[in-house]
């Protein structure tokens, strides 16, 4: 077993999760069973691989540009409005579960 | 007016021809659809929201064209409806998740905007599982889908109603999103045909997030002339999006047309390995035998680390997912549980609430991948997995011009059978998942059945955005077939 009990609480922590006791006791389980086959990635030698973190890098783009000359196409003028109109107030606000019509509002911050 | 029948097997062309020479209006043609879906999906439970008014609004735009004679769009009329991952100004959008049961979008995504410009006549929203996660859309938080060819099993998933909805003739062609198979492994159990396109082809923006390199939105349609038309409306360059690549879109269409003989097709061992059902493995091989016939080179090509995908694919997916899925924190949009005295609980309990149990498993895996002192051991190390199952491609595709495999490992599998196996689920998309960590197009086109009279779809993977030697491929079989 990888992942402990404790690992788990602290996850849920990080994730903003609180979990039922049976979810805990589902989460211990299921993640232990995906990391062991997860496993055998150990068995690749990956010392001298980049990571890839995107595919948009290295496909599609025009190579004899370098650098971000290469991505200029996805840049714009830093101006107000530069794509379209930002959304109303009304428009930010509609999906709100509460606000007093200017902010959202939640519970309070700062306990005391 | 049209009967139920024909309705079921209408096609684009047929819709556009047929309110050209004024056979039906558009307005007719959307209300025969809304009666097909009323008969068929109480029983199939494709659809999330059906989307009247905007539907009768944009047919009678058409109806006007067409009253005008003015010449129609290329989707002019056409029936059609959207995964409910893609955001529909106005119009709800959920995910499939409760957290955001009653989210009416500021905006419409680019997808479903391309389309309605091109005069497509938008039906509603299709079910699918939580915030696309699933391979069966069981994990849908509202109902599951069935399998219009056999109600006793699942439609394939996260995209389970968008293959649904065209299998049983609710929609002439929808649009889905893979993230690891979610379009190509529900188009190969429904025996329709589904397309992932180049990761950059087509725009992401209003497709609410999983995994954001992982990421694609594409068409299902009944035929793979369908499918070119409907990617040739929603791809290319989108301001808002800045992954959508500056590429030219070729018309797919028109390059359908050209010949197969001499395309080189490759076969990886990789693909046709244990856990193969022997139905599908003879029904995939009898296609790639029908592409020789056509002309084509059968070409043996290795993918050696095809075995590595899927754990690879279950770290980079989660640890996006983690990240993406903060942003449901119960303040701006949303679930919001009641009575949380702190901030910190308010986000807590809206998340537990909103959340399903599979949601919540990958937020856990992906945060746990991405946590001090384990980031190096998966997710630095999938992501150099990554690296290499895609030179695996980069490498292949020196010597083919496509790649053929199965889509999936099994025709449809029963509702209930993996639910309680995580594992058992994910190794459903165990021939799709390279090619979104690889980012390359990949199409699924109906190839026979098994015993059950259950679908079997055949794979063609392509090049980086090279689409249409792949629907040409696809398209040359299928008309072998036919």
Do not use: W
């Not at chain 1, 496909?59 to 830093?78: H, I, K, L, W």
């Not at chain 2, 999103?177 to 190509?184: E, H, K, L, P, Y």
């Not at chain 2, 791809?235 to 999006?241: K, L, N, S, W």
């Amino acid at each position: 077993m990888k992942v402990t009990e404790k690992d788990v609480t602290y996850v849920a922590d990080l994730a903003h999760l609180e979990l039922t006791e049976d979810e805990r006791a589902r989460m211990l389980r299921d993640l232990n069973s995906i990391l062991e086959y997860v496993e055998r990635l150990n068995e690749l030698d990956t010392d001298k691989v980049t990571p890839m973190a995107q595919v948009s890098d290295r496909y599609g783009v025009d190579e004899s540009r370098q650098g971000s000359e290469r991505f200029a196409y996805a840049s714009r003028e830093d101006v107000r409005n530069g794509l379209r109109e930002s959304l109303p107030h009304e428009g930010a606000l509609g999906n709100a579960p509460d606000t007093d019509g200017t902010f959202f509002e939640v519970p309070k911050v700062i306990e005391r | 007016m049209t009967a139920a029948t024909e309705v079921a097997s209408l096609t684009i062309d047929g819709v556009r021809n047929a309110i050209t020479e004024r056979r039906f209006t558009a307005s007719a043609l959307a209300e025969e659809f809304y009666a097909q879906i009323k008969r068929e999906d109480p029983e199939i439970g494709a659809f999330l929201t059906l989307s009247k008014e905007r539907a009768a609004a944009k047919a009678a735009e058409i109806d006007k064209l067409a009253d005008a004679g003015k010449p129609l769009p290329p989707l002019a009329g056409v029936p059609v409806a959207i995964k409910d991952v893609m955001v529909t100004r106005g119009v709800r959008t959920t995910a499939g998740s409760k957290i955001l049961e009653n989210f009416l979008p500021p905006y419409d995504c680019t997808a479903v905007a391309r389309m309605e410009a091109a005069g497509a006549v938008m039906l509603g929203k299709l079910n699918c599982d939580e915030f696309a996660m699933g391979s069966s859309t069981e994990n849908s938080a509202y109902h599951p889908v069935r399998n219009p060819r056999d109600k006793s099993r699942v439609p394939g998933g996260s995209s389970g109603g968008s293959a649904a909805a065209v299998a049983a003739g609710m929609a002439v062609a929808t649009l889905g999103s893979d993230t690891g198979g979610s379009i190509r492994q529900p188009a190969s159990f429904c025996g329709v045909v589904g397309l992932k396109p180049t990761y950059g082809r087509v725009s992401r923006y209003g497709l609410i997030a999983f995994a954001s390199s992982l990421d694609h939105i594409g068409p299902f349609a009944r035929t793979v002339k369908e499918a070119a038309l409907v990617l040739r409306t929603i791809a290319g360059r989108d301001p808002m999006d800045s992954t959508s690549a500056d590429v030219p879109v070729p018309d797919y269409v028109a390059e359908l047309e050209k010949p197969v003989k001499g395309l080189r097709v490759g076969v990886a061992k990789e693909y046709f390995g244990a856990g193969l059902d022997p139905e599908v493995r003879a029904a995939v091989e009898a296609a790639i035998q029908k592409l020789a016939e056509l002309g084509c080179a059968v070409v043996p090509v290795s993918l050696p680390h095809t075995e590595y995908a899927i754990p690879t694919y279950y770290i980079v997916a989660t640890a996006e997912a983690s990240s993406n899925l903060a942003r449901y924190d119960g303040v701006r949009y949303g679930f919001r549980a009641r009575g949380a005295r702190t901030l910190s609980d308010m986000y807590r309990l809206s998340r537990d609430g909103g959340f399903g149990m599979e949601v919540k498993r990958r937020i856990m895996l992906g945060t746990y991948a991405l946590s001090a002192g384990y980031y190096d051991a998966y997710y630095l190390k999938a992501q150099k997995v990554r690296t290499l199952l895609t030179r695996d491609f980069d490498e292949a595709f020196r010597k083919v011009d496509v790649i053929a495999a199965p889509t999936c490992p099994t025709p449809a599998f029963r509702l209930g059978e993996k639910v309680n196996d995580p594992l058992a689920m994910y190794l459903a998309d165990i021939y799709t998942v390279t090619a979104n960590l690889a980012g390359i197009p990949g199409i699924s086109v109906p190839c026979g059945e098994n015993h059950e009279k259950l679908p079997i779809g055949l794979q063609l993977l392509g090049r980086h955005f090279d689409e249409a030697t792949m629907l040409r491929v696809a398209h040359a079989y299928e008309q072998a077939r036919n």
